[in-house]
């Protein structure tokens, strides 16, 4: 049985075009059908009439054409494929009435796994008939027998007008900055048609933080706000998060791939991001760089490992423990960025203690600071503002197995007196503020499960404010929306702050893990989506 391609586009409004025939070899593939215009979601009144013929001429009947959809370049043209007896999707997926245009299985037609087939008669000749999917546009059904091609074109038609839409839906901007909205009518499945223009655009909530003229939002001040566009056909609200001005240092954020549908793709490696995400620049070749940490300068970024990296050129620095052998882990300079505190082992077995170690800046001046029993692990620690103690945590093994439980230490560097200001607290991280009234930290309640969307959430972590002598010790307010709070514990390192100790900086809950802010009285402000690819993110210091 001999095989042949079909290549198959998707929009919805059908003119035939059978000019693009040509067969140095002699055979030869035509595609016919009547021009069709149609709404989205209708039968094709017509069927594709397909007609293969060999060099001689002769029918090339019993042959299978496999069906495709392929989408219109930029220009209207086809999207060329380099290989076109090999079967492969693009654009619309064959059968899937979201799509533009999709085969139907009727007559000739034969489902094989996820392809469609149909096989020529005597003749040479086959039908296909179509279904208008659920999104308006334009696409081709192509054909292709040895280097013959035809096509024909399908236009969707957008339904009747029943509501608005608005975007961006949910973007942020800096403090100071406008932007504009487009607010347009959509059909049913949310495509664009013409129809009224709103005749009035508000803002709903959060006033205070962005201001409205006709279209043009005005970004005033930190916070969230909902814009609200009406018009007679309907209504549409959209997310605003006005954001500082500010860089993050952040790495790949490596749950989104299963946890957001259709979110962006994985970076390879580290990357310094603008909170309103008008750009990502990459720092770290290496993929494996997380927990990033600034120097108080601004000018480097620490990575797991004892590497730094310029923040300017990207170099590369890997500093060395020396003749002591130190499997280094996640660290923090210290707040006049003389010193790296560091979770670091003296052996590979993992069963090992873990401590916390320092070593200066420049490799030099190695100390050992915590010095815990076999298998339990001190990791975490930051530095108070003037350097002379550290916060860390202490996690001790359970009977048969590790355990989840962990103490808040606070550590007098000089006299290694210690005094544990939090205990037994699931999944503990914590973080000094840079101005020394508060230290931040995130622990696992297991409480406050929630539905959305038909799927149970439970927040992974709360994140809580205690004074460095144990005092005022709170959890900050959890909203029980979908995206209220911060989720970090399985991304390693809690919460970060802003350099002048008023916002924390996080991931936000599933399903949107975007970066996300969140000042001292509980309020949140999330960055703009493109951030979901990041997580882990370390504040910029002030210049």
């Known amino acids: 049985m001999k095989t042949a391609s079909i290549f198959l586009a998707a929009l919805v409004t059908v003119f035939p075009a059978c000019g693009d025939v040509s067969a140095p070899s002699g055979a030869s593939i035509v595609l016919t059908g009547g021009a069709v215009a149609d709404t989205i979601e209708s039968a094709v009144p017509h069927a594709v009439q397909v007609e293969v013929r060999n060099a001689d001429g002769s029918p090339a009947g019993d042959t299978w054409l496999r069906l495709r959809p392929d989408l219109l370049d930029g220009e209207g043209g086809w999207i060329e494929d380099p290989s076109p007896k090999i079967y492969a999707i693009l654009g619309d997926t064959i059968g899937s009435p979201s799509g533009r245009v999709y085969a139907t299985p009727e007559d000739a037609i034969a489902r094989d796994g996820s392809q469609f087939r149909v096989l ?120 605003v998060s006005v954001v500082p001005d500010a860089i993050f240092a952040a790495v790949p954020n490596q749950q989104v791939s299963w946890t957001v549908q259709g979110g962006p793709a994985i970076p390879d490696s580290a990357a310094l991001i603008a909170a309103d995400g008008t750009s990502a620049r990459p720092i770290a070749e290496s993929g494996a760089a997380t927990c990033p940490s600034w120097h108080p300068s601004g000018d480097r970024v620490l990575f797991a490992g004892l590497l730094i990296v310029a923040a300017g050129d990207a170099q590369e620095t890997q500093l060395s423990t020396g003749e002591v052998d130190v499997v280094a882990g996640c660290g923090r300079f210290s707040p006049d960025g003389e010193w790296i505190y560091f979770d670091g082992r003296s052996s590979t077995d993992p069963a090992s203690a873990s401590d916390i170690w320092r070593i200066r800046a420049d490799g030099t001046g190695l100390q050992q600071i915590t010095d815990v029993p076999a298998g339990w692990r001190a990791s975490g620690a930051s530095a108070s503002p003037d350097g002379s103690r550290i916060a860390y945590v202490v996690q001790a093994p359970a009977p048969g197995g590790p355990s989840w439980y962990s103490d808040l230490v606070v550590r007098d560097v000089a006299t290694g007196a210690t005094d544990t200001i939090i205990a037994q607290r699931r999944s503990l991280h914590a973080n000094w503020s840079p101005t020394g009234e508060w230290i931040a930290y995130t622990y696992f309640s297991g409480e406050g499960a929630y539905q959305h969307e038909g799927r149970t959430f439970v927040p992974i972590d709360r994140v809580a404010l205690i004074r460095p002598d144990g005092s005022e010790n709170h959890d900050l307010p959890m909203p029980r929306e979908i995206d209220s709070n911060l989720v970090t514990a399985d991304l390693g390192r809690g919460v970060n702050w802003s350099p002048d100790g008023q916002w924390l900086v996080g991931t936000a809950i599933f399903p949107d893990l975007r970066i996300k802010l969140m000042n001292l009285d509980g309020q949140t402000v999330l960055l703009n989506s493109s951030s979901r690819a990041y997580a882990e993110a370390a504040w910029k210091p002030d210049q």
């Not at 179509?130 to 339904?159: C, H, I, M, N, W």
């Not at 942020?172 to 900055?177: K, M, P, Q, S, W």
């Open 120 to 239: 020529t008669d005597s003749r040479g000749r086959a039908t296909v008939y179509y279904r208008f999917g659920q999104t308006a546009g334009s696409v081709y059904v192509k054909a292709a027998f040895e280097e013959s091609r035809d096509s024909v074109l399908f236009t969707a038609l957008p339904g009747a007008q029943v509501g608005l839409a608005a975007l961006p839906r949910d973007t942020a901007v800096v403090v100071g900055d406008s932007y504009s909205l487009d607010v347009f009518p959509v059909d049913r499945r949310g495509n664009r048609r013409p129809g009224d223009e709103p005749d009035a655009i508000t803002v709903s909530s959060e006033p205070q933080a962005v201001q409205t003229d006709g279209a043009t939002v005005n970004a005033l001040s930190m916070g969230s706000a909902t814009v609200a566009a009406t018009s007679p056909a309907g209504s549409t609200e959209v997310r």
